[in-house]
């Protein structure tokens, strides 16, 4: 019984971790993707496993997006899933709204001739003319497909609102929307036991993310219906997801966090 309960000890050190991150989430995330020194199975970013069997296990689904569009990776990050995609599509431009994301994953990225990177806030009123213009810049004009991983539970309501109006354009009336999010369905407080914190030691890399990030939320079927109404988006697709970590508990295999995955096209008018 008391064994249930111990994993509450963790709370004070979980706020006076966190209690350090920048309360505004870009510079939060600036800062974080400033202070990698290194990234994949071996580094310091929680959801980087370093590996392609995550992406592996979407290439069903997204073998409904059109492959002659290109495809643009909103919440880049080091670029580990654009750089996968650019395996798969004509063309992958990965977009971050954090200046030292954009950096690492162009540098990351320097041998992928088909993939490229720029800033953007995609929750920003001109994040549409932002994405044609990084398309334009790569040498790509008109329609895309789109690619978001563990984005949007980490916004809030309104910013999952504004990012999902501002994808209508972007992938018009022959690109899709894929997105698979993290839906853990405990507290806080479960969601860093199920990544092996306990009040004596937490996992390096989901240290840094306490350190310097805002909470996360959880996206399911729910969030998604709010986020992409039925109004503006056809649903061709949902289920759930393994969301891949950093390997934490064994340094030969990844953790896995639940989450949820789905495929949307824009409604066209009539
Ligand atoms: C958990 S990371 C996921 C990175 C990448 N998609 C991956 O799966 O490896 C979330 C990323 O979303 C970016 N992000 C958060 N809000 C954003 C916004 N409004 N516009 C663009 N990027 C954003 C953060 O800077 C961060 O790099």
Partial sequence: M?????????????IRLSSAAPKDPRTAWDQYWGNIRSTGATGDVLWDSGSDHELNGYLPTLAHLDPALPVVDVGCGNGSFT????????LAVGLDYSANAVDRARLESADVTTASFAVCDMTAPDAAQ????????AGWT????????GVLHVLDLN???????????????????????TNFP?????????LGATRKSIPAPLEWAIRGLP???????AQRAKAFPTADWNL???GSASIETRPLSNPSASDVIPGYYALLRARQPG
């Fill in 2 to 14: 008391f064994s249930a309960f111990r994993k509450y000890l963790l709370i004070p050190r979980l």
């Fill in 83 to 90: 750089r996968l995609l650019a395996q798969h599509f004509p």
């Fill in 130 to 137: 932002t994405v044609a213009a990084a398309l334009k810049e």
């Fill in 142 to 149: 008109g329609e895309a497909n789109v690619f978001i991983r």
């Fill in 159 to 181: 910013g999952r609102s504004a990012l999902a109006v501002n994808l209508l354009p972007v992938v018009g009336t022959r690109g899709g929307v894929f997105l698979a999010e």
């Fill in 186 to 194: 405990g507290t806080p407080v479960d969601y860093v036991s199920h």
């Fill in 215 to 221: 909470m996360p939320g959880r996206f399911g079927a």
């Fill in 236 to 238: 061709v697709e949902e």
